[in-house]
């Protein structure tokens, strides 16, 4: 039964085979059969015949992954691998957007974005920085402990070996979050290899990164570093542009270690530590801002005998810092309203999971986790003459313990159900807000009721293969998300609009169904689905006033400026249709394409009775994607076109955004020897990217153009 989808350029096929196997048998036919399906599509193959593999990749090397075997409950639902960012230059959160529906909640990527914008999400469940999809790496959950949001650059130290993105919610073992999806980055591990890439692109920005990896003893220990800088670009379009304006540069490192030690035949321990740094600026005074973090697992994994498992345990210390500045209207003077100056937070956790022998034909998933998120915003803020006249701080708690199992059966070869559940104890405690004048009297300090409460996840689906080509699947599903801190207890202000926290706020809700089918007749593909879900207690950022005023919550508001709180609304309901296809037009050509349609509107009453039937906030209806590649002996090309259609900046529907189409092409040159040439270029043709629009209509753009000359080196 087939369950890879090779059609997001350069695709990566997992198997189920344990690292530690020392017989091939079927799953060496059947890595046999998807290098022909990969030869298929253009792309060469050198497999070593000593090295056991569970991830074979199309970049002429075959990878190892450290966890356990995909399940079999995959048929049942859509999802895509995703080329590995591996140019200099390339980005993760770029990488992603070839998955249609994907998108972050502002257009800018990691360079010039504000990383409190940068949660992610899928099938228009948007109108929210906090992520919707849930993100993974190696078992571990990655949102940030305090605001939801993913901090992208910490990502580009990693050795990776695979990006897997599952659209569609309630996913028992993911847990909560995972309304939109789930996003899992898997490392690699068991290569001898070391690689150096150096680039030099638009606006002096330097982008390097090296990694090694090598055997130790029966192990094996991967090393890799990260750096980029840019000048950066100026973010107001030049027809609004004042004095104040200037380029907002970027600079971000990091580092990440991986060992891997088996303990016996089947077991092996994995210790995961990275660190890194990002300072962005957003291009005038006043704006910088910095995030940091490092991050520490361990994962004991037998996938070998007959029972399966996997226990992991994790600790992810974060700190960011954030300034804002009022720009005056004619853009000829800025002045500092916030400094958010410390933001540390952490996230512990643990999760288990085990594969009992129960038969071929029957997969059963068991496992527990437990995660708690904890942190604090410390900021000045009201400044009056240069300097600040109040100080607050506000945080506080979250605890989440769960337990879930999945049941998958083959009753013919042709067909697969599957049925999961998962139950969950939240908590929420230690809330706090507290506001101070400095050097003065105690304004306000609340401490808010401890809350807690059961929520409950699941996920019912059938894969049906109808003969060799051709896979139908459906299914239906539930799953919730617990509000952030950030969305708890922090009130916050971007420019003039300033939007005040809610510390009632409860778990969002998701209810859903999807139906596709698969057609792979060998030489490529097409993948279809329709989808349908209602996210209820959707939390979002509710219009409540116009500036100048004081409100409630955030003190006073200029003119120009909106007011705002997090209010939960009666339900966002999102319906669409996406799809994919691949073709091999020869034996080094091929070409993809993906459109998704997202229909995503606002049910709102009372507070927000305004909203109901607009369009949520910062989510497109228009999604598409094409890109033609070739790769030959030596010579590899590649042109891709994307699409995102209009959207609004805000709930009332009051901004508009407009739609833009973006052009990217690169083109590598080996010259043996493991070295190669790269000419890289994203947004070729300048298309305004509009990101974002303030109340006064000022518009902030995107990644405008950009070049990149590289090299890279491989040494084996």
Not at 1 to 15: D, E, G, N
Not at 118 to 137: C, D, E, K, P
Not at 377 to 383: D, G, L, M, P, Q
């Amino acid at each position: 039964m087939k369950r890879h989808r090779p059609f997001l350029s350069l695709p990566l096929v997992a198997l189920a085979q344990p690292a530690f196997a020392q017989t091939c048998d079927a799953q060496c036919e059947e890595l046999d059969n998807i290098e022909q399906d990969l030869v298929h599509y253009g792309h060469r193959i050198e497999r070593p015949a000593d090295l056991p593999v569970s991830i074979i990749t199309a970049n002429d090397l075959i990878v190892v992954t450290g966890g356990l075997p995909n399940p079999k409950s995959d048929i049942t639902e859509d999802s895509a691998t995703v080329r590995l960012p591996r140019l200099p230059g390339e980005r993760l959160e770029n990488a992603l957007l070839a998955v249609n529906g994907l998108q972050q909640f502002r257009r800018s990527d990691a360079r010039s974005a504000n990383p409190t914008s940068q949660g992610v999400t899928l099938r228009g469940l948007g109108g929210n920085a906090s992520s919707r999809a849930l993100l993974f790496l190696d078992d571990v959950p990655q949102a940030d402990p305090f605001g939801g949001w993913v901090s992208w650059p910490g990502y580009d130290a990693l050795n990776l070996a695979s990006i897997r993105v599952r659209k569609g919610g309630g996913q028992p073992s993911a847990g909560p979050g995972a309304l939109a999806g789930v996003i899992e980055i898997d490392s690699a591990q068991y290569r001898e290899v070391a690689n150096l890439a150096l680039a030099y692109g638009s606006r002096d920005s330097i982008d390097g990164k090296a990694n090694y990896a090598g055997k130790l003893g029966g192990g094996s220990v991967t090393a890799a570093a990260s750096y980029a800088r840019g000048d950066g670009f100026i973010p107001i379009i030049a027809s609004q542009r004042g004095t104040v304006d200037r380029r907002a540069g970027y600079e971000q490192a990091g580092v990440s270690l991986r060992g891997v030690a088996p303990l016996n035949a089947s077991t092996e321990l994995q210790a995961n530590l990275r660190t890194f740094t990002d300072k962005r600026d957003r291009g005038v005074d006043f704006s910088d801002n910095a995030n940091s973090g490092v991050d520490a697992s361990l994962r004991l994994v037998d996938r070998s005998g007959d029972w399966q498992w996997s226990a992991t345990g994790y600790v992810q210390l974060r700190e960011f810092s954030s300034e804002f500045g009022a720009v005056a209207a004619n853009r000829n003077s800025v002045t500092q309203t916030l400094d958010q100056f410390a933001t540390p937070s952490t996230g512990l956790g643990a999760r288990f999971e085990m594969r009992p022998p129960v038969g071929e034909q029957v997969e059963l998933r068991l496992g527990g986790e437990w995660r708690r998120t904890s942190g604090e915003t410390r900021e000045f803020f009201t400044y009056v003459a240069s300097a600040p006249t109040r100080f607050r701080t506000a945080g506080g708690q979250t605890d989440s313990y769960g337990g879930f199992a999945e049941l998958s059966f083959e009753p013919t070869d042709a067909l697969t159900l599957s049925a999961g559940g998962r139950l969950d104890r939240w908590t929420i405690t230690d809330g706090f807000r507290r506001e101070v004048n400095i050097g003065g009297t105690v304004r306000s300090d609340d401490r808010f009721t401890d809350r807690s409460g059961t929520e409950w996840t699941g996920r019912v689906g059938i894969g049906w293969q109808v003969g060799d080509d051709l896979t139908i699947r459906s299914s239906a599903y539930r799953g919730w998300r617990l509000p952030t801190l950030n969305e708890l207890y922090r009130p916050f202000r971007v420019g003039a609009d300033a939007t005040a926290a809610n510390e009632a706020l409860k778990p969002e809700r998701i209810k859903g169904v999807e139906a596709g089918f698969a057609y792979e007749p060998g030489n490529g593909g097409l993948w279809v689905t329709a989808f349908y879900n209602r996210l209820d207690n959707a939390i979002a950022n509710v219009t409540l006033g116009q500036g100048p005023g004081n409100f409630p919550g955030v003190g006073f508001v200029a003119a120009g400026g909106t007011y705002r709180q997090r209010q939960i609304l009666d339900a966002i309901v999102s319906k669409g249709f996406e799809f994919d296809g691949s073709i091999a037009l020869s034996d080094y050509l091929s070409a993809r394409f993906g459109y998704a349609y997202v229909d995503s509107e606002v049910r709102g009453s009372g507070l927000a009775l305004p909203l109901n039937g607009l369009r949520t906030a910062q989510v497109p209806k228009h999604f598409a994607r094409t890109e033609i590649e070739y790769i030959g002996e030596s010579l590899a090309a590649s042109m891709s076109l994307r699409y995102l259609g209009n959207q609004f900046e805000d709930d009332a529907n009051s901004r508009h955004l407009d739609d833009a189409m973006t052009a990217d092409a690169q083109l590598t040159y080996e010259f043996g020897s493991g070295m190669r040439l790269q000419l890289r270029g994203e947004n070729l043709f300048n298309a305004r990217v509009e990101a974002a629009i303030s109340g006064s209509g000022v518009i902030e753009r995107a990644n405008p153009r950009t070049l990149w000359l590289g090299a890279s080196w491989k040494f084996d």
